[in-house]
């Protein structure tokens, strides 16, 4: 079956640098939402979308913004790089919103910020 | 969404039922209990959620208390693959607003041994 697919998988920055990654839903689900890990803690939830709206925001930096197209990608924009966004950063996509629907989680991008 | 409270860490034989505990006292009638695990910095997979009755698939079981403030994630037979970070959530159905992050907590560290 179809995953998530999120590009690139690793990625080196150097400090206030732009990075931009990427997130392909599972076919027919329109809803995505990215998720921040930083080393030895948790995911956390950074933003999510609907229908290419805006949906719910979590712990996202104002460096960072997000948006998702017409094909349902989206993408995260992450400007002025800081070392501590050295992280895993995992997209995850659901069928349609709210709690009876599972969100299946993508493989990740690690972002190292030198 | 309600707190959820698991062991940091819990040890189970490989071919033995792996019985992972949550306490969600605080739960309120419209919250779904779910499970994801995450193996060593892979994306988080889904394993099983549900609202009031016990639920199984092909991964697991889930039982939920009848008073629903606390489940057990059930492995039926655990292998080495089991071995994981096992993270229960509690989450609120969709009312028409948006589409809500999951908030992961410490989650069980679950140790298949051979």
């Not at chain 2, 060593?40 to 039982?63: C, D, F, R, V, W």
Request: glycine share 8%; aromatic share 10%.
């Amino acid at each position: 079956a179809a995953g998530v697919i999120q590009s690139p998988r690793h990625l080196i920055k150097e400090k206030r640098e732009t990075a931009t990654l990427k997130c392909y839903p599972i076919p027919r689900h329109d809803t995505v939402y990215w998720y921040q890990q930083g080393p030895g803690q948790d995911p956390q939830f950074l933003i999510s979308f609907y229908e290419k709206m805006q949906s719910d925001k979590g712990s996202i930096p104002d460096r960072f913004s997000a948006q998702q197209f017409s094909d349902y990608h989206s993408e995260l924009n992450m400007s002025s790089l800081e070392l501590g966004d050295s992280a895993l950063y995992f997209c995850a996509s659901s069928r349609e919103p709210g709690a009876t629907y599972e969100q299946y989680f993508g493989p990740g991008t690690r972002l190292t910020v030198t | 969404d309600a707190k959820t409270t698991q062991p940091t860490s819990m040890d189970c034989a490989e071919g033995r039922a792996a019985n992972l505990p949550c306490n969600h006292s605080t739960i309120s009638g419209n919250e779904y209990v779910y499970w994801y695990r995450q193996i060593h910095s892979q994306g988080p997979q889904y394993i099983i959620h549900g609202l009031k009755n016990n639920e199984t698939n092909e991964m697991a079981s889930l039982i939920i208390t009848e008073d629903r403030k606390s489940s057990t994630l059930i492995l039926p037979h655990a292998t080495l693959r089991d071995t994981a970070v096992y993270y229960c959530i509690v989450r609120a159905s969709y009312s028409g607003g948006g589409a809500d992050g999951l908030t992961f907590g410490k989650g069980t560290h679950l140790i298949i041994q051979p």
